[in-house]
């Protein structure tokens, strides 16, 4: 095997984001909206700059991707009080909406079963015309 071959019983990310999202319902940026006034958690896993750059949906809570399985498992000490129900809905965000998926695949292996994802990101919700603010 050369050093240019993949590993047997590996996978290409094409794959692994391909078998994350066939586990989840995916959400568009009007459905997320309509959640989040239910009552879902939206969850922006975005890193600083690009929440500088790009603004920040009002009302998502930032967790960056490093940590965001110790912030939500219910049974790690380092989760946020929210954090408690293995039954909570939470819809996770990134700028395009492939990270997002991988993280929302993630989050159900925790149990958090109601995981799932913004498809297209903060991109799509903005261009959705949907309210967005500057960085903090």
């Known amino acids: ?60 809570v930032i967790i960056e991707r490093n940590v965001l399985e110790w912030r939500l498992d219910p049974r790690s000490d380092a989760r946020l009080p929210f954090a408690e129900s293995y039954d909570l809905e939470v ?14 695949a993630a989050l159900q292996d925790l149990g958090l079963h109601r995981a799932t994802d913004l498809a297209g990101g903060f991109a799509a919700w903005r261009d959705a015309g949907l309210p967005v603010r500057r960085a903090d």
Do not use: K, N, W
């Open 1 to 60: 095997m050369g050093a240019d071959a993949p590993p047997p019983g590996s996978a290409g990310i094409a794959e692994i984001l391909a078998g994350a999202r066939a586990r989840l319902r995916r959400v568009g940026p009007h459905e997320t909206a309509e959640a989040l006034e239910r009552g879902a958690v939206l969850i922006d896993i975005r890193p600083a700059a690009q929440r500088a750059e790009f603004g920040e949906i009002p009302g998502a």
């Open 91 to 104: 819809i996770v965000t990134c700028q395009e909406g492939y990270t997002s998926s991988l993280a929302a």
